[in-house]
């Protein structure tokens, strides 16, 4: 019994493998320059969800503390105007201003939810589906 093996193996492919190399290489770089791109804008639109965050907050803040200040102006000129030392239209003009303040209160409320909803849409919080199921 004769067993016999033949295994011809090329001594060059032409350079076929090297240029598959470089290929997959410059396709790594893309991939590469594609994901530090991806990155910087994600990081942006999270440092301007952030920034809108604090401007919002900020906002609310301010409308509160005039929401308190227009209550008490309100309360001083109503107890003017009961002591006789007011006149209606003092009334009416406190009360103008107190609804006036509120009014940006519940406007600068609505501005944090949209910032929220800007930072966890950031975040990947928010898919699609979640906010239009």
């Known amino acids: 019994m004769v067993f016999r093996l033949d295994l011809t193996l090329p001594l060059s492919d032409g350079g076929r493998a090297r240029a598959e ?4 290489e410059a ?6 320059s594609a994901l530090s791109a991806e990155e910087r804008a994600l990081e942006e639109e999270l440092d301007l969800a952030r920034n809108r965050w604090e401007r919002a907050a900020a906002l609310e803040r301010s409308a509160r503390k005039q929401v308190v200040q227009a209550d ?6 109503l ?3 009961e002591e006789g ?3 209606q239209l003092d009334v009416m ?6 609804q006036r303040a509120r009014t940006e209160e519940l406007e600068a409320v ?3 939810c949209l910032a929220l909803v800007d930072m ?3 975040m990947g919080v928010y898919g699609v589906e979640e906010v239009f199921p």
């Open 85 to 87: 030392y007011g006149s």
């Open 120 to 122: 966890r849409r950031a």
């Open 27 to 32: 396709s790594l770089a893309r991939a590469r």
């Open 72 to 77: 008490e102006e309100f309360r001083v000129t």
């Open 110 to 112: 609505r501005g944090m």
């Open 93 to 98: 003009e406190a009360q103008t201003e107190q």
């Open 21 to 24: 190399r470089a290929r997959a």
């Open 79 to 81: 107890l003017m105007y």
